[in-house]
């Protein structure tokens, strides 16, 4: 089976920096994904990670560590519209389907 | 560029009826998978389609189907509705690895 799991909620302060973690569980584990969704909007797509090490894509940053089935993805210079829910999932080598962890609702205060 | 899209986009039915949802694919995608979120919970993934198959399954029961065409829209069916079928249905598509999601069909089971 397969376990992700990332904090329920966090609360962090407009201008800061926030990191949400993510661990898992999974055999055949090939690559981790970060969603941002907004409350009853559709998942988009923030990041990938296949390798180990830290890719970064403006405010956003992704990291990985394949041995330890750890990843966070780092917010920095928060805003206002960066309160959302932000998704991790895997994909295993079993095929391309995603697995998704429950999500990580961020609020972000002034 | 189109992305992807669904429909309808809400829909309201009764417990035992049965129900077809929408989606076409980004422009270049091949492969279509089907999510189901609810509440509070990251989406679940149901099935994928490629090339008009079903290439990969989730946890969910026969009630379930799908269907992909040739240009690769696709659709799900759901028959023998139960309340715990409402959620929010997202489709999304892919052409390697990434996976982008339209904006989802909000379902509710009366």
């Known amino acids: 089976g397969q376990n992700i799991d990332q904090p329920t909620e966090m609360t962090a302060t407009e201008g800061a920096i926030v990191q949400i973690n993510c661990t898992y569980q999974?055999?055949?584990?090939?690559?981790l994904f970060w969603y941002q969704q907004h409350a009853g909007e559709a998942p988009t797509f923030l990041s990938y990670n296949v390798l180990d090490g830290l890719e970064e894509k403006g405010r956003f940053s992704s990291f990985l560590s394949r041995s330890k089935g750890y990843s966070y993805l780092l917010l920095k210079e928060l805003q206002m519209k960066d309160s959302a829910s932000y998704l991790c999932?895997?994909?295993?080598?079993?095929?391309?389907?995603?697995?998704f962890g429950a999500g990580t609702r961020l609020t972000v205060k002034p | 560029d189109a992305g992807v899209t669904q429909s309808p986009t809400h829909l309201i039915k009764t417990r035992g009826q049965q129900v077809t949802l929408r989606c076409s694919p980004k422009s270049g995608h091949d492969t279509v998978s089907w999510y189901q979120q609810a509440l509070g919970q990251g989406p679940q993934f149901i099935f994928q389609y490629y090339e008009e198959e079903e290439r990969q399954r989730g946890n969910f029961p026969d009630r379930f189907s799908g269907h992909q065409f040739p240009n690769y829209s696709s659709e799900l069916n759901v028959n023998a509705l139960l309340l715990g079928d409402s959620a929010l249905y997202l489709c999304?598509?892919?052409?390697?690895?990434?996976?982008?999601f339209g904006p989802g069909t909000r379902l509710t089971v009366l």
């Open positions: 999974t055999s055949g584990f090939n690559g």
């Open positions: 999932a895997v994909s295993t080598t079993r095929g391309d389907d995603m697995r």
């Open positions: 999304a598509s892919s052409l390697v690895d990434t996976q982008y």
